[in-house]
């Protein structure tokens, strides 16, 4: 979130002063999604890194535990990192390079912004149960 500012009048060449606040707070947003009957399943983290991947295959794996599942990627390092233990029910797809078109969990972030953009600031626990 950004201060809003607005204009101050001032001598020539002096520059108005005012407290400046900037709030960067990113998130991910981890998904899987079923392409034909359109069931998914989202967790959000704050990194994007091995660790958190493997933390969400784990509840994914957990949630589904019966079924074998084949789950699309990119080449992203943090989906094929060295250390990465991906659960037995879960099987990783690596998409060629260059092809996002083909990953059906892209298109989820069509409507992912809907409403926490355009240039009104929206708190982000308004943003998250939407």
């Known amino acids: 979130m950004l201060t809003v500012q607005h204009r101050k009048l001032t001598g020539f060449g002096v520059k108005p002063i005012g407290e400046v606040q900037w709030q960067f707070l990113y998130r991910w947003l981890y998904g899987v999604v079923e392409p ?4 998914h399943f989202m967790l959000e983290f704050s990194h994007l890194d091995s660790l958190c991947f493997e933390e969400f295959l784990q509840a994914f794996a ?3 535990p019966h079924e074998l599942h084949l789950i699309q990627v990119d080449n992203a390092t943090a989906h094929s990192a060295q ?3 991906v659960p037995d029910n879960v099987v990783l797809l690596f998409q060629p390079p260059y092809c ?3 990953n059906p969990i892209e298109r989820v972030g069509l409507n992912s912004n809907d409403g926490c953009s355009g240039g009104i600031l929206i ?5 998250n149960r939407r």
């Open 36 to 39: 034909i009957s359109g069931e």
């Open 62 to 64: 957990q949630m589904y």
């Open 83 to 85: 250390t990465l233990t």
């Open 100 to 102: 996002r078109e083909v």
């Open 123 to 127: 708190p982000l626990q308004i943003c």
